[in-house]
């Protein structure tokens, strides 16, 4: 299918294949956009000028925008390690703080088991004691 538009003072029409009218649209608008932007600077110009200027300015917007995009992506790894070390630190903290209750509970019921059976040998040395005084 034909698509046709218009670049800087030029008109261009391109083959595109069925469903890609719009991004061929797409990309001409920005080229026209560029060239617009050259235009109003520099005036006039050879066609072929005007659009080796603007692609070269696409080309650096778009590895601008690639290299915003690598930072953003080594940011968000960062980030996500940062967290992932967070949980697993909280994690071990409440494990300990577990095992140190868990410790101490422990502790409470071996000497609550051994004060009973200390009060149970004094009490079964008393029964004895109270027959023999009997």
């Given at each position: 299918?034909?698509?046709?538009?218009?670049?800087g003072h030029k008109d261009y029409t391109v083959q595109s294949r069925?469903?890609?009218?719009?991004?061929?649209?797409?990309?001409?608008?920005?080229?026209?956009e560029e060239a617009q932007k050259i235009l109003e600077q520099a005036?006039?110009?050879?066609?072929?000028?005007?659009?080796?200027?603007?692609?070269?300015?696409?080309?650096?917007?778009?590895?601008?925008?690639?290299?915003?995009?690598?930072?953003?992506?080594?940011?968000?790894?960062?980030?996500?390690?940062?967290?992932?070390?967070?949980?697993?630190?909280?994690?071990?903290?409440?494990?300990?703080?577990?095992?140190?209750?868990?410790?101490?509970?422990?502790?409470?019921?071996?000497?609550?088991?051994?004060?009973?059976a200390d009060a149970g040998a004094g009490d079964a040395g008393k029964?004895?004691?109270?027959?023999?005084?009997?």
């Amino acid at each position: 299918m034909d698509v046709s538009f218009t670049i800087g003072h030029k008109d261009y029409t391109v083959q595109s294949r069925d469903g890609e009218e719009r991004l061929v649209r797409r990309a001409a608008a920005l080229l026209d956009e560029e060239a617009q932007k050259i235009l109003e600077q520099a005036g006039r110009m050879p066609e072929g000028r005007l659009l080796l200027l603007a692609g070269l300015m696409l080309a650096d917007r778009h590895s601008s925008m690639e290299d915003r995009a690598l930072m953003a992506e080594r940011e968000l790894a960062r980030m996500r390690s940062a967290a992932s070390g967070m949980v697993a630190s909280e994690v071990q903290d409440a494990m300990a703080e577990l095992a140190a209750r868990a410790e101490a509970l422990a502790q409470q019921a071996e000497g609550a088991r051994a004060g009973a059976a200390d009060a149970g040998a004094g009490d079964a040395g008393k029964e004895t004691g109270g027959e023999q005084q009997v």
